[in-house]
């Protein structure tokens, strides 16, 4: 998914300013639940931008209903530990969406803490508009999630089948959904290419292979990859208690 990325460090574009500017507070937020996920909403997008708020809101709840259907149920009781913060205008870092590993990474750089291990779609406009070319975006973030909290980012088998795709140079030049050929975002690193997979696997990504017959037939090894690990079943017991290192661009 073009664009996302999981969001440890910064690239070179904070200044200085931004590192010292305060968030706006926690209390700036109204959670309410989706589905069984937590949302906290900027109030902004519950007055002076309802509209947008109300449509962004609606949206996340679709996007949601479609992971709750899609997905096994004990994955899906996993991700909806993973809590979703919906901004107006977030976006000095990040144009979009984003999950947040490091809660210390978020407070060096003048971030609100309490975005760790979270999603963030951080333009509510944005938002509704890159949905129409990546229809299962919060998927592909709570994949970031899934892979962060429940598998581990050192998961040898997401590494090994992600080594193997990029030297077979299956996703060097792919269609895109806008018709162009490029190079596929799953070719960033081995947590996009476990978040890529994943929407093609379960929905609908916006590059080649776009579906799951499609990835079967592309990349069977890493078709077989998201199969078992989205149907493993985790040790819960281990689950809170997993911590990797923060992840980089």
Known sequence: MQWLMIFAVVLGAETSDQKSQKPDPVSAYHQQSIRGWDVFVHKTLLRDEKETGDAALELIDYQLYEIQRRLPEHAVA???KIPIWLESDNTEANPCACYHVSADWLGENGFLREKAKAVEVSSA?????WTKEQPFMLLHELSHGYHDRILGYDEPRIIEAFQQAKKSGGYNEVRHIDGSKKKHYAMEDEKEYFAELTEA?????????FVKAELQTHDPEGYRLIETLWNEKPDTTAT???KTEDAKE
């Open 78 to 80: 996993a991700l909806q």
């Open 240 to 242: 809170d208690d997993k």
């Open 125 to 129: 406009k944005t938002f509704l508009q």
């Open 201 to 209: 696997y379960f929905g609908t990504n916006d590059f080649y292979p």
